[in-house]
Structures are given as structure tokens and as C-alpha cells.
């Protein structure tokens, strides 16, 4: 059985760039979480996709949004970096909206310069 | 606002002797309760979890206890591994207050065990 992997494991940006950090669900599992863990804090959840479809965001602007494939892989997009979006994105997946107990990948550490 | 809370940022215990993570919340729509282990360079690891209408779960050398009443929770490991040293984070959900299952994480405890 596969975990949850990312892609790639760490990437600098200077601010206002682009960005799209990717993520394999664990086989079997049709949703993924998207969190940001800034240094020092636990992760904050920023949305879920549930069988290609967002079910429920988190305190994030718009310029964070993300994608889940027919496959239930998943991508981050973040435009028009800031500094402040310096921080491990972790993705998690899940059998199900509702199921609590979700699998987490190792993350991406992304510096923006 | 800081829903979920860990008020201790660091904790050190002899190898053999029992560590208590604990945790408090504020929000009393949550009813599902979660502990996950982090080591450095990796993804946070799923321990131990308990639902609201429980006081207690065990696994092992794990224990979690729910108090609803004082909104607090705590991780009991008996006895501490030098293996058992990283970041412990608590985790609460509202699983049955919407469709989403998110979950809002406490800032961590990192746990040391001395050999």
C-alpha cells in the first residue's frame, strides 16, 4: 500500500511568482486536505477536495486554489506569492469527507524570497 | 482565535516515567479528538483519537482523556521511550457540523525523553 506522497520536497520563489506543489492520495483514498504549517504553529487547514470537488475552505484568499484529478491526486496553485507564504504545505488524505482519521504526506517546504 | 490550544511548547521526561501532553479547546461544537506524533523532515503521524462521548481511549502505552466539561484533553504515554521524542500535536473536529472534516490543530508540544 502507497502513502501519500509530495512533490517536490522543497522549492524557493521570489514574491509574486507562481506556484503548484502536488500530492498522491494513499490508494484507496478519494479526498485530500491541503494545510499550511508556519514555522512555530500547527497546520491550518486551507481546503478539501472530495471526489474532484472542493468541500470547504479554510481562512485563505482566493489566490490559493487547488485541484483534485479522476485519479483523487491533488494540486496546490498559490499566485502572486507573498512572504508570508513561506511554510510546509501538507497534504492529508481520507476515505470519505467525514473520516477523521487522515494520512498525512511528508510535505513542501516552500521558501519565498 | 486560537480554537485548540497546547500550552506547554516543550516537555521533558526521564526514559521509563509517564509524559502528559496536554490540551484545551474552546469550541463546544468539536466533538472528535486527535493526537498526532511529528517527527522532523516528515508528515505528522495519527496516534490516538477519541470522540466526544467518550472519557477515555486506550492503545498500548497510549491514553487519551476527554473532560468536556473543562474543554481539555490530555495524552497520557506510559512508560516514555527515547523513540517517543517529537512534536505532539492535538487535533479537534466538528465531525457532525458540516460536510467538511477539517481539522484545526493545537501549536504542538515537543516531547523529550531523556535516556
Known amino acids: 500500500e502507497t502513502g501519500v506522497t509530495q512533490s517536490p520536497t522543497h522549492l524557493i520563489k521570489t514574491r509574486g511568482q507562481q506556484v503548484t506543489l502536488r500530492c498522491s492520495s494513499q490508494?484507496?483514498?478519494?479526498?485530500v486536505s491541503w494545510y499550511q504549517q508556519a514555522l512555530g504553529q500547527g497546520p491550518q487547514f486551507i481546503f478539501q477536495y472530495y471526489r474532484e470537488e472542493e468541500n470547504g475552505r479554510g481562512n485563505f484568499p482566493p489566490r490559493f486554489s487547488g485541484l483534485q484529478f479522476p485519479n483523487y491526486s491533488s494540486e496546490l496553485n498559490v499566485n502572486a506569492l507573498e512572504l508570508d507564504d513561506s511554510a510546509l504545505y501538507l497534504c492529508a488524505s481520507s476515505f470519505g469527507a467525514r473520516v477523521n482519521e487522515q494520512f498525512f504526506g511528508p510535505g513542501t517546504r516552500l521558501t519565498v524570497l | 482565535d486560537q480554537q485548540v490550544k497546547q500550552n506547554s511548547p516543550s516537555l521533558s521526561v526521564q526514559e521509563g516515567r509517564i509524559s502528559i501532553l496536554n490540551c484545551d479547546y474552546t469550541n463546544s461544537m468539536f466533538d472528535y479528538f486527535l493526537w498526532y506524533k511529528k517527527y522532523p523532515a516528515e508528515g505528522p503521524t495519527f496516534l490516538i483519537s477519541?470522540?466526544?462521548?467518550?472519557d477515555k481511549n486506550e492503545d498500548g502505552r497510549f491514553t487519551v482523556f476527554l473532560n468536556k466539561s473543562a474543554k481539555h484533553l490530555s495524552l497520557h504515554i506510559v512508560p516514555s521511550q527515547p523513540g517517543d521524542s517529537a512534536v505532539y500535536f492535538c487535533?479537534?473536529?466538528?465531525?457532525?457540523?458540516?460536510?467538511?472534516?477539517?481539522?484545526?490543530f493545537g501549536t504542538g508540544t515537543l516531547l523529550a525523553v531523556q535516556p
Open positions: 477519541i470522540s466526544s462521548i467518550k
Open positions: 490508494s484507496g483514498h478519494n479526498t
Open positions: 487535533a479537534a473536529s466538528a465531525q457532525y457540523g458540516g460536510a467538511t472534516n477539517k481539522l484545526i
